[in-house]
């Protein structure tokens, strides 16, 4: 069964409790929460106040999907508001092991994620320290982008270093994820699919998540 991380950046945010108890009622394991400062990426989210609001709300997995500069400044606030686990970029870290460390440490999930740009192969040496690894299929910033076929090699890379090696860590895709992208994504080896749009942009939710859990 594949892992369905929708992402609460696309739900109407007039109304948040009320979606994520709605994915979660119809089968979503995990919750995608985007965190952004405007300055790794160009777009402002929201922050840890939203997070350790919904924590009470809901028993999904939290996944918290920092793109933010400077994010072990932020570490103890994310643990705080409730995170399970927590996603830094690749980009924004001067010490990726220390940081992949010290999340560990907080008695949470540690992942790493790379933007398009940037080549899987930085990540060997960091993958025993990683719980999940984050292929981004487009540009961080924003919902509802184009997905980035390209970004399949990564998952296989991934998927082959995983095998090879015997590491832990989870394999999650984020970013235009749709039914058709979802697939080749799975085939390619995702074990977690991010989906913004996908799911609360749908007319009937409850089906969407149905589709994308069953793959
Ligand atoms: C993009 C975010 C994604 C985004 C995905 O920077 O990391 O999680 O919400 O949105 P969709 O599924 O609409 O591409
Ligand atoms: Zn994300």
């Given at each position: 069964m594949?892992?369905?991380?929708?992402?609460l950046?696309?739900?109407d945010?007039?109304r948040?409790g009320?979606?994520?108890k709605e994915v979660e009622k119809?089968?979503a394991?995990?919750?995608?929460?985007d965190?952004?400062d405007g300055?790794f990426?160009p777009?402002?989210s929201?922050g840890?106040?939203?997070v350790k609001?919904?924590r009470?709300?809901?028993?999904?997995f939290?996944?918290?999907?920092l793109?933010i500069?400077?994010?072990e400044?932020?570490?103890?606030?994310?643990k705080n508001?409730?995170?399970d686990l927590?996603?830094f970029?690749?980009e924004a870290a001067?010490?990726p092991?220390?940081?992949l460390?010290?999340?560990a440490?907080l008695?949470?999930?540690?992942?790493i994620?790379?933007?398009p740009?940037?080549?899987?192969?930085r990540l060997a040496e960091?993958l025993?320290y990683?719980?999940?690894?984050?292929?981004?299929?487009v540009e961080?910033?924003f919902g509802g982008q184009s997905?980035?076929?390209?970004?399949l090699?990564?998952?296989?890379?991934?998927?082959?270093m995983?095998?090879?090696k015997?590491y832990?860590y989870?394999?999650?895709?984020?970013g235009?994820i749709n039914?058709?992208?979802a697939?080749?994504?799975?085939?390619?080896?995702?074990?977690?699919?991010?989906a913004?749009?996908?799911?609360?942009?749908?007319?009937?939710?409850?089906?969407?998540?149905?589709?994308?859990?069953?793959?």
């Amino acid at each position: 069964m594949t892992i369905l991380a929708p992402s609460l950046l696309a739900a109407d945010f007039s109304r948040l409790g009320e979606m994520v108890k709605e994915v979660e009622k119809a089968g979503a394991q995990w919750l995608h929460l985007d965190i952004m400062d405007g300055h790794f990426v160009p777009n402002i989210s929201f922050g840890a106040g939203i997070v350790k609001n919904l924590r009470p709300i809901s028993r999904l997995f939290f996944d918290v999907h920092l793109m933010i500069a400077e994010p072990e400044k932020y570490l103890n606030d994310f643990k705080n508001a409730g995170a399970d686990l927590i996603c830094f970029h690749y980009e924004a870290a001067k010490a990726p092991v220390v940081l992949l460390q010290t999340i560990a440490a907080l008695g949470l999930k540690a992942g790493i994620s790379v933007k398009p740009n940037t080549p899987c192969q930085r990540l060997a040496e960091l993958l025993p320290y990683c719980d999940l690894v984050l292929v981004m299929s487009v540009e961080p910033g924003f919902g509802g982008q184009s997905f980035m076929t390209e970004m399949l090699d990564k998952v296989k890379w991934l998927k082959k270093m995983k095998q090879a090696k015997g590491y832990r860590y989870q394999i999650e895709i984020d970013g235009g994820i749709n039914r058709e992208t979802a697939v080749q994504a799975v085939a390619a080896g995702a074990e977690v699919l991010v989906a913004g749009t996908a799911v609360f942009g749908a007319q009937d939710i409850g089906a969407e998540v149905a589709y994308y859990t069953g793959l």
